[in-house]
């Protein structure tokens, strides 16, 4: 029974903690360049951060978009419609 | 017996597999999490308490489920936390805030909220089983100690 619990512990301990670094978003490339907003025509830079200048509300749309150096182009990085709100926050 | 015991492992596992996944992706990508915790409908005064307490508890958690001595305290905790997601998630499908936010925030960020109570209704049950076997357990082997006195 020990080696059981001990063989399915190590796997939860190595699966979850490996799957969080395997599926780790690449945010480094995210805040290079900053944060970006489709505004209709262009990709406008975003004021303030989440929560505190811009809301994502819903799941519809993206909310903001990330500029990929290597590739020239704007990649989805959060999903929701951008809302401004004030930079002081809720 | 042995049946129990194994399922009560499984249990285990899988709650710690959901908690230490939860915890540590949100430590690897702490300015997003700030981020994702300030968009949500709650004053924005509460998320440096919030960015800590979570996943501190998280791990908190994995840990009592590893021990056998802490591990009914660590079912009984996983049904805590996870009840409050389940509310809070409800509460969100409600239109209870000015505003639906992102799903981004969540364990798995791809999820809707309706697959968000989905996910949490099938983790707090998962924790009600685990605390029903470990009860059973301990009481079969407090059981099986009284008789070996008499």
């Known amino acids: 029974m020990n080696k059981i619990k001990q063989t399915l512990m190590t796997f939860a301990i190595l699966v979850s903690i490996g799957s969080a670094f395997a599926f780790r978003p690449h945010t480094s490339k995210a805040f290079e360049n900053g944060l970006y907003y489709y505004n209709g025509s262009g990709y406008v830079p975003v004021t303030g951060n989440m929560g505190q200048g811009y809301l994502c509300v819903g799941n519809s749309d993206v909310c903001t978009y990330f500029f990929n150096s290597s590739t020239q182009t704007y990649n989805p990085y959060i999903t929701g419609n951008y809302t401004p709100v004030a930079l002081t926050g809720k | ?150």
């Not at chain 2, 285990?12 to 300015?31: N, R």
């Not at chain 2, 009592?64 to 409800?90: H, K, P, V």
């Not at chain 2, 983790?123 to 070996?148: D, E, M, P, T």
Request: glycine letters at 4%; a positive charge; aromatic letters at 16%.
């Open chain 2, 1 to 150: 017996m042995i049946r129990r015991q194994v399922l009560i492992e499984c249990i285990s596992a899988l709650l710690i597999m959901l908690f230490l996944y939860a915890s540590v992706s949100k430590f690897l990508d702490f300015t997003t999490f700030n981020g994702e915790m300030n968009n949500q409908p709650l004053p924005n005064s509460w998320t440096p308490f919030l960015v800590w307490f979570i996943p501190g508890s998280e791990i908190a958690i994995s840990l009592a489920l590893m021990i056998e001595r802490t591990r009914l305290a660590g079912f009984y905790a996983s049904l805590f936390l996870m009840s409050l997601f389940t509310i809070y998630t409800a509460i969100i499908l409600f239109h209870f805030f000015s505003y639906i936010p992102c799903s981004c925030g969540g364990v798995i960020k791809k999820l809707t909220w309706n697959q968000h109570l989905a996910f949490n209704l099938f983790f707090v049950a998962l924790s009600v089983c685990g605390i029903i076997l470990q009860r059973r357990k301990h009481y079969s082997l407090h059981n099986q100690q009284k008789n070996s006195f008499v």
